[in-house]
T-cell receptor, first 111, second 116 residues
């Protein structure tokens, strides 16, 4: 079955810097890769997703890149702000509707 | 409703008691998922209901855990003879069925379960 690894587990950046979180997956047939943001005590919320027929997708300060050959995808946050502080989860989906989640990255943005 | 609704939001119970958690998915969402999230940990898949097909129960940690769903509406997760290690936030999510192409999952606020 699918296995998703996420790195780093914690990430601290200065406000205004960029943050990058990387996930690798094991099943080359995986075709959908969402990213969720979970603030403390809140529900996970989808922030961006990418499908396997696309290499990159951007939404304002957030971007996701996908390298199918290497089987990894990354979340890029530019011009970080304190409100970006949260736990971020990546996930991968193969030929079912069952997502496999990474273990999460705790991002702290210091003013 | 506008989003996924879970109840109760908090549940405190004594070890050995049974608990029932409820999830109301977004109207029209055929797929429904239950996850467990221990403090500071990731999302642990429990069970997945997909339309009229048999549910995927591969994530249920023991036979004390069971879940039901009536059609495409409400789901209940039942934990029998609760243990302290069952303490966690139980999250429900729903999505449209995508035939394997992937659809965003929308999460509820969860039920925070504490076993004394």
């Amino acid at each position: 079955g699918e296995n998703v690894e996420q790195h780093p587990s914690t990430l601290s950046v200065q406000e205004g810097d960029s943050a990058v979180i990387k996930c690798t997956y094991s099943d080359s047939a995986s075709n959908y890769f969402p990213w969720y943001k979970q603030e403390l005590g809140k529900r996970p919320q989808l922030i961006i997703d990418i499908r396997s027929n696309v290499g990159e997708k951007k939404d304002q300060r957030i971007a996701v890149t996908l390298n199918k050959t290497a089987k990894h995808f990354s979340l890029h946050i530019t011009e970080t702000q304190p409100e970006d502080s949260a736990v971020y989860f990546c996930a991968a989906l193969r030929d079912t509707d069952k997502l496999i989640f990474g273990t999460g990255t705790r991002l702290q943005v210091f003013p | 409703g506008a989003g996924v609704s879970q109840s109760p939001s908090n549940k405190v119970t004594e070890k050995g008691k049974d608990v029932e958690l409820r999830c109301d998915p977004i109207s029209g969402h055929t797929a429904l998922y239950w996850y467990r999230q221990r403090l500071g940990q990731g999302l642990e898949f429990l069970i997945y209901f997909q339309g009229n097909s048999a549910p995927d129960k591969s994530g249920l940690p023991s036979d004390r855990f069971s879940a039901e769903r009536t059609g495409e509406s409400v789901s209940t997760l039942t934990i029998q003879r609760t243990q302290q290690e069952d303490s966690a936030v139980y999250l429900c999510a729903s999505s449209q069925l995508s035939g394997g192409l992937g659809q965003p999952q929308h999460f509820g606020d969860g039920t925070r379960l504490s076993i004394l």
